[in-house]
C-alpha cells in the first residue's frame, strides 16, 4: 500500500511527547544544544512505542534489533533553557524492511516550529545481520494499524 492510499485511509500513526529543557541540554548561549535533538526525538520514538506497542523491548521480544541507519534534522528557531517543547512524531509506512518516522519540535511557549527531522530503523537478527524483508511480527504490526 502506499503512502497516498495510507493517508486516504486516515491510518495515520502519531504521538506526541511534552520536554522541559534542562540545563544540560543547553549550550553556553542558553540554547537548546543540537545533539540534545537527538535525544528528544528518541523520546518521541519511546511514547509512539509505548502507545503502539513497537518499542525496543516489543522488537527484542520478537528475536530482533533495531538500530538507527539514519538520523537528519533540520533547525528552525532555538529552544531555550527552563521553557517546554513539544515533540510530535509521525510513522511513514514503506514497503521496505525498516522503520521510519518523521519529527516536529515546537516551541510549547509560542506554538512556533523549532525543528523539524526524520529517522530510519534498520531490522538486524539476533546475530547481528540485517534482515531483507519484514520480520513477521511486524507484518502483523502493520496489519493490526491497518497499514498493509
Not at 543547553?26 to 519511546?46: C, P
Not at 513497537?54 to 533540520?74: E, K, W
Amino acid at each position: 500500500m502506499n503512502v497516498r492510499k495510507m493517508n486516504e485511509k486516515n491510518n495515520i500513526l502519531k504521538a506526541s511527547v511534552e520536554i522541559k529543557i534542562r540545563f544540560s541540554e543547553v549550550d553556553s548561549m542558553n540554547i537548546v544544544w543540537h545533539g540534545s535533538h537527538a535525544l528528544y526525538f528518541e523520546d518521541a520514538r519511546e511514547a509512539f512505542g509505548a502507545k503502539y506497542g513497537l518499542g525496543y523491548l516489543d522488537i527484542f521480544a520478537n528475536g530482533y534489533y533495531a538500530p538507527l541507519t539514519d538520523l537528519r534534522f533540520s533547525y528552525k528557531k532555538p529552544l531555550i533553557y527552563g521553557r517546554k517543547a513539544h515533540v510530535d512524531i509521525t510513522y511513514r509506512h514503506t514497503e521496505a524492511a525498516k522503520i521510519v518516522f518523521d519529527y516536529e519540535i515546537f516551541d510549547s511557549e509560542d506554538g512556533s516550529q523549532a525543528a523539524t527531522g526524520s529517522s530510519t530503523q534498520v531490522f538486524l537478527d539476533t546475530q547481528y545481520r540485517l534482515v531483507w524483508t519484514n520480520p513477521p511480527f511486524y507484518e502483523e504490526w502493520q496489519r493490526k494499524w491497518g497499514l498493509i
